[in-house]
């Protein structure tokens, strides 16, 4: 079975600092992956998604980016943190498209992310 | 493009008694939907999605929801609430191989 990983699970962090998030993906090849944040009291916001290796689509401008060195890794990034950067990551796996089909997504536990 | 509204923001129940989450879409395309529930400091889980086969949907934990096309909604229902169930759901669309539209999630809190 297909199991994701995401740590850390809480980060505490002072603005100005740098950030890496990762997530990775066990019992599955190729995945898509995908970042999202939600905020407090909001619904979940796409940052970023990946149909293969070194393939990286931004969805929202910002100063964090994502990459996936592997596989089954997907990172997330910042060099300086913002306070507004603060909230819940989540990352999620979905089996790659073939022929147009709609995917489901699977959802990591998240990381809670406070910058101080 | 596609979108998502939850009418409700927060349903409170008492255990035992039915539970209703009410959500309407747009979609340019026919559209897959789910439900999903979210646990406080948890990632979300998957309670069931429609993709065009039967328009009642069963998932898990006795939830189940239905896709009325004519009312663009996606209704979820459970006939007993159990204390378990006291959590954040979302109500998502997807037309898209790679990018889903969530609602803004319906808190439900469930009374002893």
């Known amino acids: 079975s297909q199991t994701i990983h995401q740590w850390p699970a809480t980060l505490v962090q002072p603005v100005g600092s740098p950030l890496s998030l990762e997530c990775t993906v066990e019992?599955?090849?190729?995945?898509?992956l995908y970042w999202y944040r939600q905020a407090a009291g909001r619904g979940l916001q796409l940052l970023f998604y990946s149909v293969g290796i070194g393939q990286i689509s931004s969805e929202v401008p910002q100063n964090l980016s994502a990459s996936r060195p592997q596989d089954r890794q997907f990172i997330l990034s910042s060099k300086k943190l913002l306070l507004s950067d603060s909230g819940f990551y989540l990352c999620?796996?979905?089996?790659?498209?073939?022929?147009?089909?709609?995917?489901?997504?699977?959802f990591g536990p998240g990381t809670r992310l406070l910058v101080l | 493009a596609q979108s998502v509204t939850q009418l409700d923001s927060h349903v409170s129940v008492s255990e035992g008694t039915p539970v209703l989450l009410r959500c309407n879409y747009s979609s340019s395309y026919s559209p897959s939907l789910f439900w999903y529930v979210q646990h406080p400091n948890k990632g979300l889980q998957l309670l069931l999605k429609y993709t065009s086969a039967a328009t009642l949907v069963k998932g898990i934990n006795g939830f189940e929801a239905e896709f009325k096309k004519s009312e663009t909604s996606f209704h979820l229902t459970k006939p007993s609430a159990h204390m378990s169930d006291a959590a954040e759901y979302f109500c998502?669309?997807?037309?898209?191989?790679?990018?889903?539209?969530f609602g803004a999630g319906t808190t439900v809190t469930v009374r002893a």
């Open positions: 999620a796996w979905s089996v790659g498209a073939s022929g147009g089909l709609q995917e489901t997504q699977y």
């Open positions: 019992g599955t090849s190729n995945p898509n």
């Open positions: 998502v669309v997807s037309d898209s191989d790679y990018k889903l539209s």
